[in-house]
């Protein structure tokens, strides 16, 4: 069902949950999230659900209500002057990692760096797709699960 929904996400309806950005800045902020964690095999439906996570966070502090869209407006003209296009307009990934690493002392790229490791990673969808079989602390532990079994760790 998850790659369904990611297959069907509608652009139109993630930017409308957004509460601190214009829904113009929406797909700079899932392409970002999608090159900072790369994972082509999971929808992007886990990715607006990490961006909205992180927008209502920041949605939530005046002191950082702007760090979105300014951070956007900030990645888009580095792109132009590296790339001579908007960040979702360029397509190689290598050449949009460029773009984020020379913006890579931002407050804006800190936050999502550091947001979407939980954000993303929080979601037990997200582990059911990357293999991880959850936790075990309430089943007594690894120990007597398989402790060397890896084979949920892809080659």
Same mark, same amino acid.
């Given at each position: 069902?998850?790659? &369904? %929904?990611?297959?069907?996400?509608? !652009?139109?309806?993630?930017?409308?949950?957004?509460?601190?950005?214009?829904?113009?800045?929406?797909?700079?902020?899932?392409?970002?999230?999608?090159?900072?964690?790369?994972? $082509?095999?999971?929808? $992007?439906?886990?990715?607006?659900?990490? &961006?909205?996570?992180?927008? @209502?966070?920041?949605? @939530? $502090?005046?002191?950082?209500?702007?760090?979105?869209?300014?951070?956007?407006?900030?990645?888009?003209?580095?792109?132009?002057?590296?790339?001579?296009?908007?960040?979702?307009?360029?397509?190689?990934?290598?050449?949009?990692?460029?773009?984020?690493?020379? %913006?890579?002392?931002?407050?804006?790229?800190?936050?999502?760096?550091?947001?979407?490791?939980? @954000?993303?990673?929080?979601?037990?969808?997200?582990?059911?797709?990357? !293999?991880?079989?959850?936790?075990?602390?309430?089943?007594?532990?690894? %120990?007597?699960? !398989?402790?060397?079994?890896?084979?949920?760790?892809?080659?």
């Amino acid at each position: 069902m998850a790659g &369904v %929904i990611g297959t069907f996400s509608d !652009g139109g309806a993630f930017a409308a949950t957004l509460k601190s950005v214009k829904p113009a800045a929406a797909p700079a902020l899932l392409k970002v999230a999608r090159d900072l964690y790369p994972h $082509d095999r999971l929808p $992007d439906a886990y990715y607006e659900t990490a &961006v909205t996570t992180i927008d @209502a966070g920041v949605a @939530a $502090d005046q002191a950082t209500k702007t760090l979105l869209s300014d951070g956007v407006t900030a990645l888009d003209a580095a792109a132009v002057r590296l790339k001579g296009r908007p960040y979702t307009k360029i397509a190689p990934e290598a050449d949009r990692i460029a773009v984020l690493k020379s %913006i890579e002392d931002t407050p804006f790229f800190t936050k999502m760096r550091s947001e979407m490791i939980t @954000a993303l990673y929080n979601q037990p969808e997200v582990w059911t797709k990357l !293999g991880y079989e959850g936790s075990s602390a309430e089943l007594g532990g690894y %120990i007597h699960r !398989g402790f060397n079994d890896l084979d949920w760790l892809p080659a």
